[in-house]
């Protein structure tokens, strides 16, 4: 062990630390300092650990601790009272927190900032740096910290009121009847914690056993090979290191060993004998006292393997000679429809078009790593997970096990972010695991380069297209074949293909169509759910495909998709028949001046599925649980993760009671009369608010009953203590694609989207104009945030984001060369809310979450075609003008390996 003194937050600290840690580690480990956040450690990339040494803002997982010695570290808990509740509520006010997960080390640099008494944007955009943030977009953290700023030179108080940028949210209808309630931009639930660093995530979390005994720390040991047998695998000198209390294998499984959402394919452990499918694949776990004890011994452990040549090519991997990864063929699912006669409609058709369009792998890049904790208890174990479905959570968990379900209690701990890359299980399986065996409380979390390795990805899509037109430029025909590479195991991949065939006319009046999509296994690493869900692929190869029409046409971006736009009555392209909530229409008109008088613009058009339809069930449930006269708790089985909706469960009901919200707490728990299914296909907010509005309703009716016509609220819940009000909202009326039924219904219901990307004359981007149909905004403020964060990862879609492997592995493990875009490199995002109520979803809400990305690649393909004149069919677009100077260091094209690669495992 070795020794090092500093002053921590004001006080003179020794501590003793054992070698190779770094001061991250020593502060979160050996200090109990919690509010830095570990990202990327020991990247340096993210931010999330930011503090203060000597008054200047370091990441500090780059520093080893003899380097301060003697140096005065100063964390979040250190600013004095005044700053923190300048900064807290300028962040919340602004609407700058979503998940949170980096906003304590944001707040850290927006105290520096103010202390330099910068205000101007640009230069505090510059400020920024070195912090990434996945959920905002930016926008509205220069919006905070501009507030802080020039707060503090104007007597220290941040005023209520809107938020510096109000104008920019263009809200036509709606509005808010009630305060708090619906249409009103409440404040985020919990937002305080947030941006003080107090709301804890599981890595943050701390729990002893019922026996005093402290709680132990697993790391994982995964595959070196994307295919290889694995030969033998020697934990003698993990057992020998200090602190390890055992190492797990698959030889430690009671019960099932393969999990997974809809496939069972996905070991927890890859047994000895047994062949590996990916890198991310876990070979064991080393459980020990210490998290960094348990990291160390992970490394000690060796496997042998007999080293095998991995299948890559989803194309070749469909050949009879290709090994299989799975069973006896790597084809895991065809999804294939159609409507008249595509062929003879696009022989008679006055123009055709046609290409190959090809998208890349994507990683998620949520802040916060994989993390779960599992606690025995006298029935079984209580879970904490940060996954998006507690209930599929559980039931995998038990099955592994070998429990009734019963047995297992999961709990959500609110993410920092996950973008549907946490919906599969990870490491909760393991977690739970070694608990059960010790009897002891287990933590886990992955490094940031374990994470990349583990988690499934945005799938590759090579897309086939032709489509016609008649002389005016009407579509006749689409004609599709997409091919997707889910990499190792099926996740929800075949459902992603499913999704981009359905979508395979964008929001398009097509009278005939042919479509086939195929998902494919390989050894690279798996792919499954994220943000977009295979609708934002399909829409680059359509929105691509209408410009080049325009121009055979010779009318521009704007008149051929006015001419070809879906309308109440419509046919999408599954055949479902468009209602009056389609409000597509809406959206185009609002951008048409806007594209129309740019000169280097493009416009792209999107649809997106609310609910996850194709036959499955949708449902929302909600319990109010009345604890006191002025405490309810909210209980439902989403997850929140950055996107608002405990905020706007809270607001439901208020609309619905009149009772303030600062007396409700919101959670997520397993409880069967909340079983919701996974927190996915942006439908919480619509299936949760038509819940919550009966939920609620009927609490209304009971405090009516209770004050017996009194208008005292207290009286009513006092009448009411120990009382529950379930509500649930389920659509179970959806069809398969290619159903045979004469009027298909594939998705209980859509959102639309409009965007405009316009360059300036270097031809990179300077604004995005996105007009959004959200049916009913619940909470202005948050809706506009969710698009502005959906449209910044939007143009890291097209622009500069990509996760290339070679052989199966990642060429990087570094979140500096996934191409995020970083806060001066993000354009101005200008938000134009939509309001054409939906018939399904709860006061005419529609899903927000993901569409704000379906429609940007497109539109900056099309601006950069009007920039250049050149036309692009491969993502991301990384050699275009727009580029220039934010392609991470080392990549120069979509073939070149980036440098530097951080092989950790490999």
Request: aromatic content about 4%; charged content about 25%.
């Amino acid at each position: 062990m070795a020794e090092v003194s500093f002053k921590l937050n004001g006080r003179e600290t020794t501590v003793e630390y054992r070698q190779g840690m770094n001061l991250l580690e020593v502060l979160r480990e050996r200090c109990g300092v919690v509010t830095p956040k570990d990202g990327c450690a020991p990247q340096g990339y993210c931010g999330c650990c930011t503090s203060l040494i000597d008054g200047k803002p370091v990441p500090i997982c780059l520093r080893k601790p003899e380097q301060v010695a003697g140096k005065s570290i100063t964390t979040l808990e250190g600013l004095s009272p005044e700053r923190r509740e300048l900064l807290s509520q300028a962040f919340v006010k602004e609407g700058a927190v979503q998940c949170g997960y980096c906003t304590p080390g944001l707040v850290v640099r927006a105290s520096a900032i103010v202390d330099q008494g910068k205000t101007e944007r640009r230069e505090i955009a510059r400020s920024l740096s070195g912090h990434l943030c996945r959920c905002t977009g930016y926008a509205r953290i220069l919006d905070a910290v501009q507030t802080a700023s020039e707060a503090a030179q104007q007597g220290g108080k941040v005023e209520a009121g809107e938020p510096r940028r109000a104008e920019m949210i263009r809200l036509p209808v709606g509005g808010a009847d009630r305060e708090n309630g619906v249409g009103s931009s409440s404040l985020r639930y919990r937002g305080i914690d947030h941006a003080l660093g107090e709301k804890a995530y599981i890595a943050d979390m701390t729990v002893d056993g019922v026996d005093g005994r402290p709680m132990l720390h697993g790391a994982l040991v995964l595959a070196e090979h994307p295919r290889a047998v694995v030969s033998a695998i020697d934990t003698s000198a993990a057992l020998a290191e200090p602190g390890v209390e055992r190492v797990l294998t698959a030889a430690d499984v009671p019960g099932e060993r393969f999990v997974g959402l809809i496939r069972r394919d996905w070991p927890v452990f890859v047994a000895v004998g047994e062949t590996t499918r990916c890198v991310g694949d876990v070979l064991a776990m080393v459980v020990a006292d210490s998290q960094f004890g348990a990291r160390q011994a992970a490394e000690r452990v060796r496997v042998s393997y007999e080293v095998l040549e991995p299948v890559t090519d989803p194309v070749q991997a469909l050949e009879e000679r290709a090994p299989a990864v799975h069973g006896s063929s790597n084809l895991l699912d065809t999804c294939a429809f159609s409507r008249g006669d595509a062929e003879a409609a696009l022989a008679d058709s006055a123009h055709v078009v046609e290409g190959k369009y090809v998208t890349q792998r994507i990683e998620h890049a949520f802040l916060e790593p994989e993390a779960c904790l599992a606690v025995p208890t006298d029935d079984g174990l209580h879970i904490y997970s940060q996954g998006q479905g507690v209930h599929d959570d559980q039931r995998q968990i038990a099955e592994v096990l070998g429990l009734d379900a019963t047995a297992v209690e999961v709990e959500l701990v609110t993410n920092g972010g996950a973008f549907g890359g946490k919906e599969d299980l990870s490491i909760q399986a393991q977690t739970a695991l070694a608990a059960r065996l010790l009897g002891r409380p287990v933590r886990c979390v992955l490094t940031r380069e374990q994470s990349i390795c583990m988690h499934p990805k945005r799938h590759p899509i090579t897309m086939d297209y032709r489509i016609g037109a008649d002389e005016q430029g009407r579509l006749t025909a689409v004609w599709a074949r997409m091919v997707g590479d889910t990499g190792a195991y099926a996740s929800v991949g075949m459902k992603v293909l499913e999704r981009a065939a359905g979508h395979s006319c964008g929001p398009y009046r097509v009278p005939n169509v042919d479509i086939e999509a195929k998902t494919v296994y390989t050894n690279n690493p798996p792919c499954g759910a994220m943000r977009g869900f295979g609708a934002n692929q399909a829409s680059f190869a359509v929105e691509s495909l209408m410009d080049r029409l325009a121009e055979k046409v010779g009318v521009d971006g704007y008149d051929i998709r006015e001419r070809n736009i879906l309308a109440p009555g419509d046919l999408f392209a599954t055949g479902q028949r468009m209602t009056g909530s389609c409000g597509i229409r809406q959206t185009l008109e609002a951008v048409k001046d806007i594209y129309k008088s740019a000169e280097y613009a493009g416009i792209g058009c999107g649809i997106k599925n609310t609910g996850i339809g194709n036959g499955m069930d949708d449902s929302g449930r909600l319990l109010i649980r009345v604890l006191g006269a002025d405490r309810l708790e909210i209980l439902t089985g989403y997850t929140e993760m950055g996107q608002g909706l405990f905020t706007i469960l809270r607001q439901v009901v208020c609309q619905e009671t009149g009772l303030p919200p600062e007396i409700m707490d919101v959670k997520t728990a397993s409880d069967p009369r909340v079983l919701c299914g996974m927190t996915t296909a942006s439908r919480a907010t619509a299936l949760l608010t038509a819940a919550g509005q009966r939920a609620a309703g009927d609490l209304r009716a009971a405090m009516d009953a209770a004050a017996d016509g009194s208008s005292s609220v207290g009286l009513g819940l006092s009448e009411l203590v120990g009382r529950e009000f379930l509500g649930e909202f389920i659509c179970d009326f959806t069809t398969k694609p290619g159903a045979d039924t004469d009027e298909p219904k594939t998705h209980m219901t859509f959102s639309y989207a409009t965007q405009v990307v316009i360059l300036d004359e270097k031809g990179r981007v300077e604004r995005v104009v996105a007009a959004h149909d959200v049916g009913r905004a619940i909470n202005p403020l948050q809706c506009a945030g969710q698009i502005e964060g959906s449209v910044h990862m939007g143009l890291g879609y097209a622009l500069t984001e990509d996760l290339p492997c070679t052989d199966g592995k990642p060429e990087s493990l570094l979140l500096r060369d996934l191409g995020v875009l970083k806060p001066k490199d993000t354009p101005e995002i200008e938000v134009i809310l939509v309001e054409v109520p939906d018939e399904v979803g709860g006061y005419g809400s529609k899903g927000v979450g993901e569409i704000g990305l379906v429609p940007t690649a497109g539109a900056v393909a099309g601006a950069l075609y009007a920039y250049d004149g050149v036309r692009r069919f491969r993502l991301p677009l990384v050699e275009a003008p727009a580029c220039k100077g934010i392609v991470p260091k080392g990549r120069s094209s979509y073939d070149d390996k980036p440098a530097g690669g951080l092989e950790i495992g490999f």
